[in-house]
């Protein structure tokens, strides 16, 4: 019904950027709620970035000054952009979304995730 279908993620140095996106498509009447999660190997999977269908956003505080969460509400598009990379950013990034569907149910669905390797 929906496919949540992240890209972006690569092989970088510290230091550097990348920028992640997430399309949503599918049976989609609107999307609320949109946000980034990462999970690193042996760790929980922890929220990096989150932004309401408003545009109001929060950032975990590892992450904050660094990277920025944005959406195309006409594009059911989310996209992080990741800058001043470090090692400890290494991690499977997930997109998730709280959907309201065209037969007005409502879903949170997960992406597959993205790998985001970040070397010293």
């Known amino acids: ?3 949540l279908v992240e890209s972006g993620g690569d092989l970088v ?3 550097g950027s990348l920028r992640l996106s997430c399309v949503a498509s599918g049976s989609i009447f609107s999307i609320d709620a949109m946000g980034w999660y990462r999970q690193a190997p042996g760790k929980q ?3 990096v970035a989150g932004i309401t269908s408003g545009g109001s956003t929060n950032y975990a505080d ?3 000054g660094r990277f ?3 959406r195309d509400n006409a594009k059911n598009t989310v996209y992080l952009q990741m800058n001043s990379l ?3 950013d290494t991690a499977v990034y997930y997109c998730d979304a709280e959907i309201l569907l065209i037969s007005r ?3 949170h669905h997960w992406g597959q995730g993205t790998q985001v390797t970040v070397s010293s």
Do not use: D, F, N
């Open 1 to 3: 019904q929906v496919q």
């Open 13 to 15: 140095q510290a230091g």
């Open 45 to 47: 999977r922890e929220l």
């Open 62 to 64: 590892s992450v904050k």
């Open 68 to 70: 920025t969460i944005s």
């Open 86 to 88: 470090k090692p400890e």
């Open 105 to 107: 149910s409502r879903i």
